[in-house]
Each structure stands twice: as C-alpha cells, then as structure tokens.
C-alpha cells in the first residue's frame, strides 16, 4: 500500500443549488462537465454511447481546448507520475508526454498533450462530416452493452449499481449484510461499527473472488448471493469479538484457493492511479454516474494521437478457470462501479470515486454516513474512513494482505487497540489520503428542491452548482 501526503484536505461546506450540478475527482473537470449544463446540455452529453442515445449536444471541444492550452500540474498528478516515471520510459511516445524534458512535471508547469488534442480535433471533424478514418466495418463486431443494473432496497432506498463483470453488486451485498447483522445503536466509527461493516465486507469479497466476472461467459449466481438466505448466512457469520483471518469461505458452490498472505510492507506494484470519477445532475431531473478508468504507465501511448490503449487486461486472472480468468473476447472483472441511491420520495444520491479495491468500501461509508447517521454529503464525505484488505488485489499480481486493516489518521485512539485485539492487523493512513478513495456525491433533495453537492478533500476534487 502506498501512502500520498495529504496535501489538499480543505473540507467545504456541501454546496447547495437548484438547477444542476456537477463534482469530479478534479476542477478544471469539472468546469468543463458545467460549461455542457449551462450551454443546454444535459446530464450524459459527456459520454460517447449515452450521448448518441440519450445526449442533446454534439461531441464537445473541452477536452481539445484543455489538451492543447494545457493546465497546471497539480499536486496529485505530479505525485503520481513522478511515482510512475520508470512505467513512462519504457514507451518513447509516454515518455515524451508524461515525462517531458525527460523528467516527471512539476506542481505549476503547463501540461500539454499535442497529440491528444490533434486526434481529438479528428474526431470532431470526422463527426460534423460523417467520415473519418475508420469506417462502420471497422468496428461492426464492438458493442457497447445496455445491461441490466442490480437493485437492491435499503429500508426506503433502492440501490443501483452496474453487474458482476465490475465490483459494483459488493456494494449492495455488504450494505445488506450491514442491514442483516445489524448497526443500530453503534456509534460512528466505534469499534463495534468498524468491525462490523469490515467483516460485512469481506463476505462480499469472498463471493467477488469465488463468482464474480463477465456474465456472458460466467455462469454468476448474483441472485442467490443477494438473496435473503445468503445474507443472513453471512450475517450470522460474523463474530462481534473476532475478525475471519483472510475470507470466509463460500457457502455457494465452494471456495477457491487463496494466495498467500502477504504484509503491507512486501506489495509487489505501484497502483496505476488513472481512475476519475463524476456525476452530474441536470435541470430536467436527469442523474449521471461514471467511473471512468485507465492509465499511460503499463501501456505504450499509440504514437502521433496521445491515445493509451485499455490496460484493463491487468485484472484478468492467467488462469482460465478462474471465473476472471483470461479468455477471448471475455470481459476483465473491473474495479470502476458507479452507483446511483433513489429513495421512495424521489430523491436521488449518484456517488462514486476512484481507488481500485478501496471504491466500494469508501462508498458503502459514505452511505451509510448519510442514510443512517445523517449526514450531510460533505459531512459524509469528509469523515474519516477504514478499509480490509483480506482478498486478492483486482490488479496483477493479487496480493492479498489477510487481515490487514488501514484507518484514517483521525480516530479515537481507543479504536485501534480495540481492533486489534479483535485480530485485526491495524495500519494507519495520514489523515487524509487518496489510498482511502476520494468520494463525489450530490443528494437531489425532493423535498426541498435543492441539490445538495459534495466533493471528497483527499484529491483536488471540485463540485460546482447552479
């Protein structure tokens, strides 16, 4: 595990607006995401699939404008290439993008990416002629799929997330293994909670390693695992004065072998850090959540256009009998999950944020931060956070950490002796830091009418309302 300095933590108030609203994991993001808003454009004008669907805008130039004229590098970019310059140099194309002047950018020098904004400017020409390079035989086997989302209520909220070929339906399996065992009358962030959500979560994981991947070629019993039997089976299985070293086993179909343990100190890989996360709220009620995610330093940029190619194989398993496992045309069983909360009343809550494994455990505490203790969206979102680490990282090479346990630097220190008298391993995070994920999150209030906008202090993250 690696551990960024807290260099931004600012908490601000939620912000509040009625028109639209838009946060992601950083400004000039999105000021361009609001510039769309208040040009007419709604909430997926953005995204290239849901905007051919759904959008009311033609490709923007935004992205050109900020690929050309650059931005000032801030202090997570620099952080982050600087840790990752020997992946830059092995590619001569990364290397002169990421790492110019050949050596990593630093905090107030202009970013500059020619070649993006030449390939981008391609792009929106090719759209106002119908033309381009590449033709409709080109790419007549690629779909972009429209698949069923997994929904599961919380008392009156419905959770929505996307399918077992992501990470997305742990959120909603440990949120009902919370609900199951029970919290009520925990306080924030005591022992007693930490240690329950924290075994919650590694029942889910379990059934992520055992189950999860890409449902066209995976038979996943997703239903059985978020059935009532399942829950409550995994719910009795927590032991309020003992951690499970490692995963529970599976009651569904068996377990597969684990790795090894391994500490902390010996991981093997500098995580690639290339996951955003935004929402978007319009005037016409319209809610958009998306993980967008991959990085320039574990694969070659295509020289001359600025593109990196997905490396998303990396979470691919070698063995084929994995239900990851590596296979033709399968799926890689990703980490990005964007998440939308709709309650009874008509209110809606779409959250997410980068950070790997860590994604789903910081956006099942800022839910329950805010549909259980109350909390506004910055509130929830500020506060401090606590992580497992007992399965199989998602990336190569799966370095699984047992009973490993990372909290924020701001709990009571009562809280660490006691968990680790319950056999948890106990490690400690700065007070605030990206490894704990970095949540954006608005709350469109039905009610009141108001959309109640946050942004997560751990990177340079902005929320804008209008």
Same mark, same amino acid.
């Given at each position: 595990m690696s551990e960024t300095p807290a260099v931004w933590p600012a908490p601000s108030p939620t912000l509040y607006g009625t028109r639209h609203s838009v946060s992601s994991g950083h400004c000039l993001a999105s000021a361009a995401a609001f510039a769309i808003l208040e040009a007419g454009g709604n909430a997926v004008d953005a995204w290239i699939t849901a905007l051919r669907d759904y959008g009311t805008l033609s490709f923007a130039d935004a992205a050109m404008r900020l690929a050309a004229d650059g931005f000032a590098v801030f202090p997570l970019l620099a952080d982050g290439i600087a840790k990752r310059q020997a992946g830059y140099r092995?590619?001569?194309?990364?290397?002169?993008?990421?790492?110019?002047?050949?050596?990593?950018?630093?905090v107030g020098e202009r970013f500059v990416q020619t070649d993006l904004a030449r390939a981008i400017r391609l792009m929106i020409d090719a759209e106002a002629t119908s033309g381009g390079y590449l033709a409709a035989d080109d790419l007549a086997e690629f779909r972009s799929r429209d698949e069923p989302v997994v929904s599961v209520r919380r008392r009156d909220v419905t959770i929505v997330t996307c399918g077992a070929w992501c990470q997305g339906p742990i959120l909603s399996e440990a949120l009902a293994i919370v609900e199951k065992h029970g919290i009520e009358g925990m306080a924030h962030n005591s022992a007693d909670y930490i240690h329950t959500v924290t075994e919650a979560l590694k029942g889910a994981f379990a059934d992520r390693e055992h189950h999860y991947g890409d449902p066209a070629f995976v038979e996943v019993p997703l239903e059985r695992m978020l059935g009532e039997e399942h829950i409550a089976a995994r719910a009795a299985a927590i032991d309020p004065a003992r951690a499970v070293d =490692?995963?529970? !086993? /599976?009651?569904? +179909?068996?377990?597969?072998?684990?790795?090894? %343990?391994?500490?902390a100190d010996g991981v093997r890989r500098i995580g690639e850090g290339g996951t955003s996360y935004v929402f978007v709220v319009d005037r016409w009620g319209n809610a958009f959540s998306a993980t967008p995610s991959d990085g320039a330093s574990t694969a070659p940029v295509i020289p001359g256009t =600025?593109?990196? !190619? /997905?490396?998303? +194989?990396?979470?691919?398993?070698?063995?084929? %009998?994995?239900?990851?496992?590596?296979?033709?045309?399968?799926?890689?069983?990703?980490?990005?999950?964007?998440?939308?909360?709709?309650?009874?009343?008509?209110?809606?809550?779409?959250?997410?944020?980068?950070?790997?494994?860590?994604?789903?455990?910081?956006?099942?505490?800022?839910?329950?931060n805010v549909f259980h203790f109350g909390m506004d969206p910055q509130e929830a979102v500020d506060a401090p956070r606590f992580s497992t680490w007992s399965f199989p990282d998602s990336f190569a090479p799966f370095d699984c950490l047992a009973a490993h346990v990372f909290l924020e630097d701001r709990f009571d220190e009562d809280v660490y002796a006691d968990l680790v008298a319950r056999g948890h391993d106990e490690r400690c995070w700065p007070a605030y830091t990206r490894d704990a994920a970095a949540v954006e999150a608005v709350y469109r209030n039905a009610p009141t009418g108001f959309l109640e906008s946050a942004a997560d202090p751990r990177q340079p993250a902005q929320a804008v309302v209008s």
């Open positions: 092995r590619w001569p194309a990364n290397e002169a993008i990421y790492l110019p002047d050949g050596r990593p950018p630093i =490692g995963l529970p !086993p /599976s009651p569904i +179909g068996g377990s597969r072998p684990l790795p090894d %343990a391994i500490s =600025g593109i990196v !190619p /997905s490396l998303r +194989g990396l979470q691919s398993r070698p063995d084929p %009998a994995h239900p990851s496992g590596v296979a033709p045309g399968k799926r890689p069983r990703l980490t990005p999950d964007p998440a939308i909360a709709v309650r009874d009343d008509g209110s809606v809550m779409p959250f997410g944020c980068p950070g790997g494994d860590m994604q789903v455990q910081a956006m099942l505490q800022v839910f329950l």
